[in-house]
């Protein structure tokens, strides 16, 4: 699906470049695979297990946070990603909250990669889940104005296209 003449990974990818490292973390999907066409390292792993992807991917890339952002928030931008790293190290997670799709979360490696072993299967799926559910006291958010643009069904896709063709 292409929104402004590239797929909306390319809009989301786009966003992340201006960050010190972009890394996805796709289940193995070929077509995102190829859809992502070399612009950044690439993490494959159990469909079923994202918190997996995303270990192997911190363990390799020796990385003391990450930000996590979906596939599917094409009016992600570099902006908000400054946003939750401006202040430094998170605590254990800092969020951005407001708009749906412009949600971005800064989170510990090290307590990610700790409490992993103890992840239930919702956790290892929604691999921030735990942390929220253990640490809700070191979770810091930061607000993002917006409209709500993810895109998870047809109508929000026609949706989003039009909001952002129409700002091109």
Do not use: W
């Not at 797929?7 to 960050?19: G, Q, R, Y």
């Not at 390799?60 to 930000?67: C, G, H, L, N, P």
């Amino acid at each position: 699906m292409e929104i402004a003449g590239k797929p909306i990974i390319h809009h989301v990818i786009d966003a992340c470049e201006e960050m010190p490292r972009c890394v996805v973390v796709p289940y193995g999907d070929e077509e995102l695979i190829d859809c992502i066409g070399g612009r950044c390292p690439v993490f494959e792993g159990d469909e079923h297990d994202v918190a997996q992807r995303f270990a192997y991917a911190l363990t390799q890339m020796k990385a003391d946070q990450f930000i996590r952002v979906c596939a599917d928030s094409p009016m992600l931008t570099p902006e908000i990603l400054r946003m939750v790293t401006k202040d430094g190290p998170a605590r254990a997670i800092r969020r951005t909250e407001g708009a749906h799709g412009l949600n971005v979360e800064l989170v510990d490696s090290y307590r990610f990669l700790y409490h992993r072993p103890s992840f239930n299967r919702a956790d290892r799926e929604h691999v921030t889940l735990y942390l929220y559910r253990h640490y809700y006291s070191e979770v810091d958010y930061v607000r993002v104005e917006g409209s709500d643009c993810v895109v998870d069904t047809q109508e929000d896709f026609d949706r989003v296209k039009a909001m952002m063709e129409g700002l091109l």
